[in-house]
């Protein structure tokens, strides 16, 4: 199993409604998460860590760990056009070196 | 503050070439990443630097790709002999230590002809 897996997508979602994004993780992951934005052609944007189970909210995103699961997702509710981009999981790994790993992405688009 | 930078921009050479991509990473970050990624695929992890550490090579993907960083800022990805599967985005990213979030930095777009 790799460490991080997501779904590579396309999801598409209309206009306003809730974009739901999901991670799931292997064993050698430590307990830190973090959600980037990708947009076609840009560098990785960071939108999110957590680093506790449960939620957190921010703004029209919230991140939702579930520990005993071994998952971490992303809702944006209210999605917009503008949202539209590749989503990329990543987590800390528990031990020296290559301790960042991403996911392959999940690509979104809202559709107007 | 300033951001992760990284140049040249774009950098378009013949096969068989040299070349030194150049990142700049947060003041004060110990730790510094290069990453690879190719059209439409996910980061492919390079290099990795903390501090005065022996650097984590796992990632690299040939002899021909080597990376150094002086005096624990600025950093160079030196490819030798470039081929045309080398063409990508070579990304930057620093963080303050090791597990922290990381910050990207624009990117160099490598054409290999």
């Known amino acids: 199993q790799k460490e991080v897996e997501q779904n590579s997508g396309p999801l598409s979602v209309p206009e306003g409604a809730i974009a739901s994004l999901n991670c799931t993780y292997s064993?050698?992951?430590?307990?830190?998460f973090f959600w980037y934005r990708q947009y076609s052609g840009k560098s990785p944007e960071l939108i999110m860590s957590?680093?506790?189970?449960g939620d957190k909210e921010d703004g029209r995103f919230t991140a939702q760990l579930n520990k005993a699961s071994q998952y971490v997702s992303l809702l944006i509710r209210d999605s917009q056009p503008s949202d539209s981009a590749t989503y990329l999981c990543?987590?800390?790994?528990?031990?020296?070196?290559?301790?960042?790993?991403f996911g392959p992405g999940t690509r979104l688009s809202v559709l107007p | 503050g300033a951001g992760v930078s990284q140049s040249p921009s774009n950098k378009v050479t013949e096969k068989g070439k040299d070349v030194e991509l150049r990142c700049d990473p947060i003041?004060?970050?110990?730790?510094l990443y290069w990453y690879r990624q190719s059209l439409g695929q996910g980061l492919e992890f390079l290099i990795y630097?903390?501090?005065?550490?022996?650097?984590?090579k796992s990632g690299l993907p040939s002899d021909r790709f080597s990376a150094e960083r002086t005096g624990g800022s600025v950093s160079t990805l030196t490819i030798q002999r470039t081929q045309q599967e080398d063409s990508a985005v070579y990304l930057c990213?620093?963080?303050?230590?090791?597990?922290?979030?990381?910050?990207f930095g624009p990117g160099t777009r490598l054409l290999v002809l």
């Open positions: 064993d050698r992951v430590s307990q830190s």
């Open positions: 957590i680093y506790s189970n």
């Open positions: 990213a620093s963080s303050g230590t090791w597990g922290e979030t990381q910050y």
């Open positions: 003041s004060g970050h110990t730790a």
């Open positions: 630097f903390q501090g005065n550490s022996a650097p984590d």
């Open positions: 990543a987590a800390s790994l528990n031990n020296y070196g290559q301790n960042f790993v």
